[in-house]
Structure formats: structure tokens, C-alpha cells
């Protein structure tokens, strides 16, 4: 087992080294395309200073706090994007009759999907969120324990594991409708653009719907509060690790389309 598994990581590594060689092969193109993302991930990081200088805080979060949230969503939202963009894909694999090579094959098929699409270029937003972060950590007055360092760890898994759940879903999707449902985009990219503020601070029922429904909140407004010290509860520091559960659930969706998958006719 434990063999097999150092197989499967070996096969990914590899996936990966392909994917940067395939990228490297085109310089100009790739650091253009990492320019365009840090450069459109700015509007939304400039509406938030904009923001600040008319408002200074919101339901009591200062413009350190606001940053500090949008720039841990925004890792997680880059870092699970990098990784798992094959299932947001997945509908073109589909289409073009390319799942059923996957299926004959000896290996995993969410190791092979994984391994279809590896986007390096997310690494322009991946490094505008890490200089976000810095700034927001610099200025919101933060001591640094072990507990916030565990618990910064957990928010940036946790939101890698529910952003990946979520593109599971739109994957599965797949094979009822052939094409990905637009909707599932409310729940991906939308989850950036409203994560950018703490999701207490839209109201009761977006809290309940992000803690029981999609669990945003597990990944974001429950661990913060510890983060900046609004709250002593030390089981905000594992809450981020509940979104396993919603990942298996989503896998359980997964594997519910491949039972029923019968190719596209491709």
C-alpha cells in the first residue's frame, strides 16, 4: 500500500515537472500571463483601499484585519487553482471523449485529472496574496503564538480542501450534463470576491449557509476571530480541518458520475 502510494506521488511529481518544462518551452508567454493575473487580482486589492479611505472599518474590522482575510482566501483560492484546475476543465475531456482513455487506464482517474493541468501561471495572484498578507500581518498587530501559526496553517489547507471539493462538484456535474454548469462559478470565483471580508460581517443567514451549507466559514470567519486574538477559543484552530467531511462528500459525488458515466459517444 504505502508503495503504491509513493507510485501515485511520484507519477504527480512528474505531471508537474511536464507541465513546467511545457511552460518553460514559452517564456515570454508565461511571465506575461503571471503579469496579467497579479495585475487583475489589483482591482479587486485597490476597491478595498478605495473603500478604506472613505470608511475605516467594517463591523469593527480595520483595513489590516480586511487585508489580512483577503489576501489567506486568496492563497487558498491560487493554491487549490494550481493544483486541481484539470476538473475545472474536465468538461472539455469530456466532450472529446478523453475520460474513456483515462478509465482503461491502470491509475487512479483523479491522479491522471490532476495530473492534465497543472497552472503555474496562478502563481502572479499566488505572490500578490503572499505580499498582501505581509503588509495586513505588519500592520494588524498580530502576536504570534504556535496556536496562530497552527491555525493560519489549518485556514490555508482547509480552504485548498474545500476549493478542490468544490471543483470536484462542478467535475461531476460533468457527466449528466456533458458541460460544466456555469452556477458552480458562484461558488469558486464568487467565494474569492465576497471572501475578501470576513463572512460575519454579511449576516446571520450567509453564516449559517457558510457554516452548515458550504463551510467558507470553517476556512475563514471562525479561525480569524483566534487569528487576530477576538476570540480565546482554541477549537478554532481545527475547524478548518471539517472540511475533510465536505471533501469526502464531494468525492462521494464524484464517484456516483464515474458508476454512470457511459461516454459522451466522442
Not at 23 to 45: D, G, H, I, N, R
Not at 208 to 220: N, R
Request: contains cysteine; proline residues 3%; positive net charge.
Amino acid at each position: 500500500m504505502k508503495k503504491r502510494k509513493w507510485d501515485a506521488l511520484s507519477l504527480y511529481m512528474h505531471y508537474i515537472r511536464l507541465s513546467i518544462r511545457s511552460a518553460m518551452e514559452y517564456k515570454a508567454s508565461f511571465f506575461l500571463q503571471v503579469a496579467s493575473q497579479l495585475l487583475l487580482s489589483m482591482t479587486t486589492l485597490m476597491g478595498l483601499a478605495f473603500m478604506f479611505m472613505r470608511f475605516h472599518s467594517v463591523a469593527g474590522y480595520g483595513y489590516a484585519d480586511v487585508l489580512l482575510c483577503y489576501s489567506i482566501v486568496m492563497m487558498q483560492y491560487s493554491l487549490a487553482e494550481m493544483f486541481v484546475r484539470g476538473f475545472d476543465t474536465f468538461a472539455g475531456m469530456v466532450r472529446r471523449g478523453e475520460f474513456d482513455r483515462v478509465l482503461v487506464r491502470p491509475r487512479s482517474e483523479i491522479l491522471q485529472i490532476l495530473g492534465s493541468r497543472f497552472e503555474l501561471t496562478r502563481i502572479g495572484r499566488l505572490l500578490q496574496a503572499v505580499v498582501v498578507f505581509a503588509y495586513g500581518v505588519s500592520h494588524a498587530d498580530i502576536f504570534w503564538t504556535p496556536l496562530r501559526i497552527m491555525t493560519l496553517l489549518s485556514m490555508l489547507l482547509g480552504g485548498i480542501l474545500l476549493f478542490s471539493g468544490l471543483y470536484l462538484v462542478y467535475a461531476g456535474f460533468c457527466f449528466f450534463t456533458l458541460d460544466g454548469l456555469e452556477f458552480m462559478n458562484i461558488f469558486t470565483d464568487g467565494a474569492k470576491e465576497y471572501g475578501k471580508y470576513p463572512i460575519d460581517v454579511y449576516g446571520e443567514k450567509m453564516m449559517k449557509f457558510a457554516t452548515f451549507g458550504i463551510p467558507y466559514a470553517l476556512v475563514q470567519a471562525y479561525p480569524l476571530q483566534l487569528l487576530l486574538g477576538r476570540s480565546d477559543c482554541p477549537l478554532y484552530a481545527l475547524f478548518p480541518l471539517g472540511t475533510v467531511a465536505f471533501l469526502m462528500v464531494c468525492h462521494a459525488f464524484w464517484r456516483f458520475g464515474v458508476r454512470r458515466y457511459t461516454s459522451s459517444g466522442s
